[in-house]
């Protein structure tokens, strides 16, 4: 059982939006067109409190960017994005969202952040997907979605880690790319063992 997750495909990563991600709207119809290819479909949101220890005004003079230590590790101060329930946080207006088996949202405890669809930021506070996947008897994940260096590298990563075969689509994601993120994300899902597709592979 196969099935595609698709991360993060929101108004706030798309052109126009608060944390804008270059092209991140080319890759919603052909998301759409593959949705029935698969046993299963899951949506990730990112749903963040007003106020979340990501985002940069919570943080006296510190500015979107800069990296501060955090209880979990270094973070990445980003500007206010996805606020639960803002027309920045919807789901990008041509996603097929009525396809989805699943919508997993992350990134709601205001003090963590939460990249990757299966654990928190601190690495250890599963969102409950893994079961979900498991109980579902899915073996293997196509990832595609927003952005390429951050909520696709991370969830790739921990889904290779928990013993999935995934994949990501490259060609149906965009990034960042902050300080040659894209670069050490390609890297690190590699050698984490996560096949990196570029169309059909
Ligand atoms: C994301 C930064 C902050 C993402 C989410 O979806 O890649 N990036 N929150
Ligand atoms: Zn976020």
């Known amino acids: 059982m196969h099935a595609?997750?698709?991360?993060?495909?929101?108004?706030?990563?798309?052109?126009?939006?608060?944390?804008?991600?270059?092209?991140?709207?080319?890759?919603?119809?052909?998301?759409?067109?593959?949705?029935?290819?698969?046993?299963?479909?899951?949506?990730?949101?990112?749903?963040?409190?007003?106020?979340?220890?990501?985002?940069?005004?919570?943080?006296?003079?510190?500015?979107?960017?800069?990296?501060?230590?955090?209880?979990?590790?270094?973070?990445v101060l980003w500007p206010d994005h996805c606020v639960q329930g803002n027309d920045g946080a919807a789901f990008h207006a041509g996603l097929d969202v009525d396809r989805a088996d699943l919508i997993i949202r992350k990134g709601f405890r205001p003090e963590i952040d939460s990249y990757s669809a299966f654990f928190e930021n601190d690495q250890s506070t599963p969102t409950g997907l893994d079961g979900y996947l498991r109980s579902r008897g899915i073996s293997e994940l196509t990832l595609v979605g927003l952005a390429t260096d951050f909520c696709v590298n991370f969830s790739a990563v921990d889904a290779a880690r928990l013993g999935f075969k995934t994949n990501v689509r490259m060609d149906l994601c965009r990034a960042i790319d902050l300080d040659g993120s894209l670069a050490a994300a390609q890297s690190g899902m590699t050698q984490a063992g996560v096949t990196l597709l570029n169309g059909h592979g």
């Open 4 to 75: 595609w997750i698709v991360i993060d495909v929101q108004n706030d990563f798309c052109p126009g939006g608060a944390l804008a991600v270059p092209g991140g709207d080319e890759i919603v119809a052909p998301i759409n067109a593959l949705m029935s290819k698969f046993d299963a479909v899951v949506l990730t949101q990112d749903w963040h409190p007003s106020g979340h220890s990501s985002f940069a005004t919570s943080h006296d003079g510190k500015s979107p960017y800069e990296v501060i230590e955090m209880p979990y590790g270094p973070q």
